[in-house]
Antibody, heavy 122, light 109 residues
């Protein structure tokens, strides 16, 4: 049973860099995309970006200039950095496993972390 | 403003059938498959439907999905109180990013 365990700083000041890490337990790290999604208080889901085991990334265009997602295959972990945070970045951040079926083109996120609440406040 | 459009709310009584719509464009729903996620209060989202109409193991067959053109829908039959949750549609966009609907809050009356 694959599980994702995430952690990182929960309180940041404006202009600081958000840093979160997600560890993958109980399953293969290769063959999947590893994603970050966030949810501002009382609002919907926003996809931040993804990385595969070889380090290939895709980012949300609206966040691309501030986002870096990296992977450490030796530890089965992947990380998110979001620079120059503002109050608008206050949200619950989730990591998730993404699958992609090359035959059907089907993709989705089937395993999620528990979420980390990040608050940006001066 | 979400890329995919969902009604903000839906409701039904126990046993009823409800549907939730999701509208997109040719660059997302029109050319890629649609997923649906269920988010119970205070929990992480859960994959409910993938590839337009496929259910992951463990998801009851009361939940079904469909897609036509640039729109998709989620149907829940035999509505139960535990189905009260937020539901999100999602699809890959050809601009190389995943897009979500704004979410639909389902209330079981």
């Amino acid at each position: 049973q694959v599980q994702l365990q995430q952690w990182g700083a929960g309180l940041l000041k404006p202009s600081e860099t958000l840093s979160l890490t997600c560890a993958v337990y109980g399953g293969s790290f290769s063959g999947y995309y590893w994603s970050w999604i966030r949810q501002p208080p009382g609002k919907g889901l926003e996809w931040i970006g993804e990385i595969n085991h070889s380090g290939s990334t895709n980012y949300n265009p609206s966040l691309k200039s501030r986002v870096t997602i990296s992977v450490d295959t030796s530890k089965n972990q992947f990380s998110l950095k979001l620079s120059s945070v503002t109050a608008a970045d206050t949200a619950v951040y989730y990591c998730a496993r993404g699958f992609y079926d090359i035959l059907t083109g089907s993709r989705g996120m089937d395993v999620w972390g528990q979420g980390t609440t990040v608050t940006v406040s001066s | 403003q979400s890329v995919l459009t969902q009604p903000p709310s839906a409701s039904g009584t126990p046993g009823q059938r409800v549907t939730i719509s999701c509208s997109g464009s040719s660059s997302n729903i029109g050319s890629n498959t649609v997923n649906w996620y269920q988010q119970l209060p205070g929990t992480a989202p859960k994959l409910l439907i993938y590839s337009n109409n496929q259910r992951p193991s463990g998801v009851p067959d009361r939940f079904s999905g469909s897609k036509s053109g640039t729109s998709a829908s989620l149907a829940i039959s035999g509505l139960q109180s535990e189905d009260e949750a937020d539901y999100y549609c999602a699809a890959w966009d050809d601009s190389l990013n995943e897009v979500f609907g704004g979410g639909t809050k389902l209330t079981v009356l």
